[in-house]
């Protein structure tokens, strides 16, 4: 079974029409969540240096003492005047990168307990929304059920994703295609271990990769749009159509699975009834 961009999208829309506003919910919710969790900078503003302004000397108060130490004195830069200094400036960078470090830790964690489990109950309500009219509570989906599991398998996901990113972007990149059916699968199978959910993926995404991300490549024009309402078409429209055909293309390859899996179970029955 084979799928195409305008069956996804066609799906997405006749889904968005029959469920328009809990869409538009939800996916205000989602884009609060990641809006909260997804940037991973931090904004700040370093202390500059100043130098304080130079001090008129009056040498002739110092009638026993070289003009230039003393001017080193007076003005602290003296080779000693260095020593506290710089010191305190090494122990304060260290603070600094342990609180950003303990910030980032921080973040992670209520990425890993929040919003994966929101991520998979979105999911969720998304495939029922193509399926028929979803309700709201869908969303809570991944906290009610199988919860640690859920939890689990999306931080071997995440982990998998951002180690394949350190090899530079491409492998990276790759592999949020190859895992990326990762959350639909939990949505309906939570207890699913996470080794299966990752080869599930992995398999349905296989040779797939290069089409969805053509897919998503669809909707830069309407990004740009979004972007130019200020976001509010992003919110109103895109990010619900975006979305719901993201879970369409789940569903097409979930069936091409299914059917597999089914033509797979005939070919054995027949072999061992022959």
Known sequence: MTWTR???????????SRNYWKIVLVSFLALAFCGAFSGRGFGWTSASETTPPSQEIDVSAYPDADTADTEMEINGTGTDSFIV?????????TIFILIIMCTLVFLYTLQALLYNPFRVGFG???IKSIDDKAKIREVAYG???SYKNIVKTMFHYD????????LFIIPGFCKEYQYRLVPY?????PDMDYREVLKKSSDMMR?????????DLSFILWHIFGFMTCGIGELF??????SLTQAALYCKLNEKDASKAEDTQLLLSDTFQS
């Open 207 to 215: 040779g797939q990769k290069w089409k969805a991300f053509v897919l």
């Open 185 to 189: 699968i939990l949505a309906e199978h």
């Open 159 to 166: 982990m998998r994703v951002f180690l394949w990113s350190l």
């Open 143 to 145: 906290f009610d059920h």
């Open 237 to 242: 429209y895109v990010c619900p159509y975006h």
């Open 124 to 126: 969720r309500f998304m």
């Open 6 to 16: 305008k069956e996804c999208k066609t799906w997405a829309k006749e889904a968005l």
């Open 85 to 93: 200094p710089e010191k305190a400036k090494a122990v304060g960078i």
